[in-house]
């Protein structure tokens, strides 16, 4: 069973940064990790996710190219680094592991961290 630690939350007015951390542990198989987010009201989408053997970016949302960078420590650790948040940047975010290249099914899922951006 995976278990995943997600750090980094906060409150933050509009233009400010925030950085997210996520450590697992246990066995996956699948080789990405990401980033969900759930906005107040509304579905869970996709963030970013990224190959934690090759360190390489898999997919991004558009709402959040240019903004927001998705990159790893190592293979357990990934991070999200959220530069001009914007209100709409508040939800709380979910750390996921197990997933295939574009978040599409993830196996293993955070708690997840409150982001909540004031104008």
């Known amino acids: 069973q995976v278990q995943l630690v997600e750090s980094g939350g906060g409150s933050v007015q509009a233009g400010g940064s925030l950085r997210l951390s996520c450590t697992a542990s246990?066995?996956?198989?699948?080789?990405?990790m990401g980033w969900f987010r759930q906005p107040p009201g509304k579905e869970r989408e996709g963030v970013a996710f990224i190959n934690r053997y090759t360190d390489t970016t898999s997919w991004v949302a558009t709402s959040v190219k240019g903004r927001f960078t998705i990159s790893r420590d190592n293979t357990r650790k990934v991070n999200l680094q959220m530069n001009s948040l914007t209100p709409e940047d508040t939800a709380m975010y979910y750390c996921?592991?197990?997933?295939?290249?574009?978040?599409?099914?993830?196996?293993?899922w955070g708690q997840g961290t409150q982001v909540t951006v004031s104008s």
């Open positions: 996921a592991a197990d997933c295939t290249y574009a978040g599409s099914s993830c196996n293993s």
């Open positions: 246990g066995y996956t198989s699948r080789s990405y």
